[in-house]
């Protein structure tokens, strides 16, 4: 893990279901996508809903899934961390931790998370500006910990036919404020999977590091956010389109 680099030159994608429902599934789901290159697996455990009655993750259960599933099939794993009393559990179980957009001001969790020895991925917040969300990451990297990710995952604005605005500006905003490494999250930014195919690509064009996009085998059947989840031939489209663009970028030299 600790020649996990980001980059034009390194670009990842990181796929998965948006919560973890069994092990099964869990499995077949990454097995597909393994096949199709993918390297990093996503998936959430904890999950924190606007609505109590939605499913809310298998918790500790999901996290031991996602563990198994990643040394089975030889995958970087990825999850969310949602509570400062879970960061210890969650760092011996799985590769890279990912502060979600609800905890992007969470600053205890923050600073612990600066004190392990995983990567993270900072979302940032859905009304944060650059600066704010940069701060929010010098939280993570004055603890001791540098391997922070920042992934822009749309805004709140006032448009309601996405479920969020996706900041495209962030990719270029923050290349010229940071060196931290920046991806997209079409799948939130979206909420509709017919749009997260062109999100993801204008954000390859655009200069992105690397995608994290909510796929499985059977999209429609997803317990959590269904809509907005792709299936893995989405997945191998985006790939195969993203080295024209990559290349198109290196010569802009984004």
């Not at 919560?19 to 996503?42: C, F, N, P």
């Not at 609800?102 to 004190?115: A, C, D, I, S, V």
């Not at 979206?190 to 994290?212: E, F, H, K, Q, W």
């Not at 389109?241 to 970028?249: D, G, N, Q």
Request: a negative charge.
């Amino acid at each position: 893990m600790n020649e996990l680099t980001f980059g034009v030159d390194d670009f990842k994608v990181i796929a998965g279901p948006c919560s973890i429902e069994d092990y099964e599934s869990l499995y077949e789901t990454a097995k597909d996508l393994k096949a199709r290159g993918i390297t990093m697996l996503r998936g959430g455990a904890y999950k924190l809903r606007t609505s109590i009655h939605s499913f809310r993750g298998l918790g500790d259960v999901g996290i031991m899934h996602m563990a198994q599933v990643g040394n089975e099939l030889g995958l970087i794993t990825v999850s969310e961390v949602t509570q400062t009393d879970k960061v210890e559990y969650m760092a011996k179980h799985i590769d890279i931790l990912v502060v979600g957009t609800r905890n992007m001001h969470n600053y205890p969790l923050l600073e612990l998370l600066g004190k392990i020895d995983k990567p993270v991925i900072l979302k940032r917040g859905i009304a944060a500006t650059y600066d704010e969300w940069l701060a929010a990451a010098e939280y993570i990297m004055e603890s001791g910990n540098e391997r922070v990710i920042l992934c822009e995952r749309g805004i709140r604005t006032f448009e309601r036919e996405t479920r969020y605005t996706l900041d495209i500006s962030a990719i270029a905003m923050i290349k010229s404020k940071s060196k931290l490494p920046i991806i997209i999250d079409p799948s939130h930014a979206a909420g509709d999977r017919t749009l997260v195919p062109s999100l993801a690509l204008a954000a390859i064009a655009a200069g992105a590091d690397g995608l994290m996009i909510e796929s499985q085998l059977n999209p429609k059947d997803s317990i959590c956010d269904a809509s907005q989840t792709v299936s893995p031939d989405v997945i191998s489209m985006i790939l195969s389109l993203a080295p024209e663009l990559r290349s198109l970028t290196k010569k802009a030299n984004f």
